[in-house]
């Protein structure tokens, strides 16, 4: 849990590790492209579905299922045969999973399209992450924040575009198939980048439910309630700002691009960040900022001052997640792939049961109080923050000093 300073722990060349470095980048920006893509035509899917609050997080639970069956399956392979291979094959599969989600005429296909998806979402996050974990290693310097800006720019873009596209009436089929291409050309430069950090090493077996280290449980307590939220955030909030606050099918997008862009801004600096204040304040701090926009969220009229507050959510998760997927792969005794796998499996869990959980709630009470949820959990991770991390500081110059002993 306490090892901020990083180590390098294999020798490459400098151009292996810089185009190394942009392969993790572009496997992060390739997933943030696929998530904002079927997100920014969401709500024009459950208009064109007719479907409930409920009916539409019934469907998201075949996401869920996906997921959750794909995350120990793809722990697992990573740590028998390293990430890389199941990087690349991960990022095509997720590629391919929009054109299924384009097609669906009804709630059964839509259902069974995002099994697949959440197959391939799940296992595609873990192997990136494992990868990125196996990468800052050889590097030699904290990177995880920067890797996961990539996702977020990803957002950015897929959403931004998805917000122009859907405004000018384009058929979701057409912009799901046309974005899994383009996609799929990005996937195409991976295996002339991406290192082979496998080493072949027996570290551990993967841990079961009742040997996880208390490290591990803890960070993935964070984790569950960071994901739920981030999750229930990209699905629910186009909706939300059409539904409630009354935005025109072009504006019901932004507010996921103003998330994920405060989110990628803050990501850049976030490895600094991070040196500055220490695992346990930047967590601490980072969730209780999001809890205090969420709120905002909830409780405003317009949809262009509830943009503030998803900002404010964006900035305040930005460095929660990479550091605890930094922290998960780096557990005394457990291999990279099967921490990941272990925090990735378990918080992940919350990204995908976010949006029905947020659905069932719509149903009883209203959409407004559903999100109330959010910002309940939000809470709760900075709460968490003392079982799961001791508070420390990196010193600068422990960080500089690994960079210079890599450029040696």
Excluded at 292 to 303: E, H, M, N
Aim: net charge positive.
């Amino acid at each position: 849990m306490s090892a901020l300073v990083m180590e390098p722990e294999a020798t490459h060349a400098r151009p292996q590790l810089d185009r190394a470095l942009w392969g993790v980048m572009i496997g992060f920006l390739v997933h943030g492209l696929i998530v904002s893509t079927w997100v920014s035509r969401l709500a024009t899917i459950k208009s064109a579905l007719r479907l409930s609050d409920g009916a539409l997080g019934l469907a998201l639970l075949g996401a869920a299922i996906g997921s959750v069956t794909a995350i120990p399956v793809c722990g697992a392979l990573v740590t028998r045969y390293g990430a890389r291979r199941l990087a690349m094959w991960t990022c095509a599969g997720f590629s391919l999973s929009l054109i299924p989600l384009g097609v669906a005429g009804n709630v059964a296909a839509l259902s069974t399209a995002l099994v697949f998806y959440g197959v391939m979402a799940g296992a595609n996050d873990v192997a990136l992450n494992a990868q990125a974990v196996g990468t800052e290693k050889a590097l030699g310097t904290l990177t995880m924040s920067r890797f996961h800006a990539m996702f977020s720019i990803g957002g950015i873009v897929g959403a931004g575009a998805g917000a122009w596209i859907a405004g000018r009436g384009v058929p979701v089929a057409a912009h799901l198939i046309a974005g899994s291409v383009i996609v799929l050309a990005l996937v195409a430069s991976l295996p002339r980048s991406l290192l082979d950090t496998h080493n072949g090493r027996n570290v551990s077996e993967r841990p079961t439910l009742s040997r996880i280290p208390v490290a591990l449980l803890a960070l993935s307590a964070i984790g569950f309630c960071i994901f739920l939220t981030e999750g229930a955030i990209a699905d629910w909030t186009a909706v939300y700002l059409k539904q409630v606050l009354g935005a025109s099918d072009g504006f019901a997008p932004v507010g996921y691009a103003v998330f994920s862009a405060a989110m990628a801004i803050f990501r850049l600096s976030g490895d600094a960040i991070t040196i500055r204040l220490g695992r346990a304040w930047t967590i601490r701090l980072g969730a209780t900022i999001a809890a205090a926009g969420l709120a905002f969220v909830v409780v405003v009229q317009s949809p262009y001052w509830a943009l503030a507050g998803f900002a404010a959510a964006g900035a305040g998760f930005s460095s929660i997640i990479p550091l605890v997927f930094a922290a998960g792969g780096r557990i005394p005794g457990v291999h990279e792939g099967a921490g990941v796998a272990t925090v990735s499996g378990l918080g992940y869990l919350g990204f995908l049961a976010g949006p029905p959980a947020i659905g069932f709630l719509s149903e009883m009470t209203s959409l407004r109080a559903g999100l109330f949820l959010l910002v309940v959990l939000s809470a709760l991770a900075a709460a968490l923050v003392s079982v799961a991390l001791p508070s420390q500081r990196i010193r600068d110059g422990d960080s500089h000093g690994d960079r210079n002993r890599r450029s040696r």
